[in-house]
């Protein structure tokens, strides 16, 4: 879904472990984490989830953004945007958030222990691009069901 390269790159890894989750039924990817090689107690650099099950309400995600100063992604990479996670006042964690239309489904993309010469949230919005089209229907409508009743 996503090349070597590009996870290189944004975290500064070329060595590294990747840890999938799928779907109850192992039809669908539910998230993917990307650790050092071997694998520190520092936790993932780069995780990637799909949520179709309990995704955030639109009005709670636009109330994030703003209280996140979320940055919104490019115009062609349909509805989402990018922001740093901070505690105390340092940065710990950037991510991306990028949602079907309707609600329906979320992808996250989030990066920790970033390179210096990187810039977090715009990988972030590149590894959404890359996701959408394969998360996400190109009218931003999710490409696996819900589970839920429409």
Same mark, same amino acid.
């Given at each position: 879904?996503?090349?070597?390269?590009?996870?290189?790159?944004?975290?500064?890894?070329?060595?590294?472990?990747?840890?999938?989750?799928?779907?109850?039924?192992?039809?669908?990817?539910?998230?993917?984490?990307?650790?050092?090689?071997?694998?520190?107690?520092?936790?993932?650099?780069?995780?990637?989830?799909?949520?179709?099950?309990?995704? =955030?309400?639109?009005?709670?995600?636009?109330?994030?953004?703003?209280?996140?100063?979320?940055?919104? =992604?490019?115009?062609?990479?349909?509805?989402?945007?990018?922001?740093? =996670?901070?505690?105390?006042?340092?940065?710990?964690?950037?991510?991306?958030?990028?949602?079907?239309?309707?609600?329906?489904?979320?992808?996250?993309?989030? =990066?920790?222990?970033?390179?210096?010469?990187?810039?977090?949230?715009?990988?972030?919005?590149?590894?959404?691009?890359?996701?959408?089209?394969?998360?996400?229907?190109?009218?931003?409508?999710?490409?696996?069901?819900?589970?839920?009743?429409?």
């Amino acid at each position: 879904m996503v090349s070597k390269q590009s996870i290189e790159r944004a975290t500064g890894l070329s060595d590294f472990t990747v840890q999938k989750y799928m779907s109850d039924d192992g039809k669908h990817l539910d998230s993917c984490y990307i650790y050092t090689n071997p694998r520190s107690g520092s936790g993932y650099r780069l995780r990637f989830e799909i949520d179709n099950t309990s995704p =955030l309400p639109l009005k709670d995600i636009e109330r994030i953004k703003a209280s996140s100063d979320g940055v919104d =992604l490019p115009a062609d990479s349909g509805p989402g945007y990018t922001f740093t =996670l901070m505690d105390s006042g340092a940065k710990y964690e950037t991510a991306g958030w990028a949602w079907a239309r309707d609600g329906s489904s979320m992808l996250t993309v989030t =990066l920790a222990e970033t390179p210096s010469n990187r810039d977090p949230q715009r990988d972030a919005a590149e590894f959404i691009r890359q996701l959408r089209p394969i998360v996400l229907d190109t009218d931003g409508a999710s490409t696996r069901p819900s589970g839920r009743p429409k």
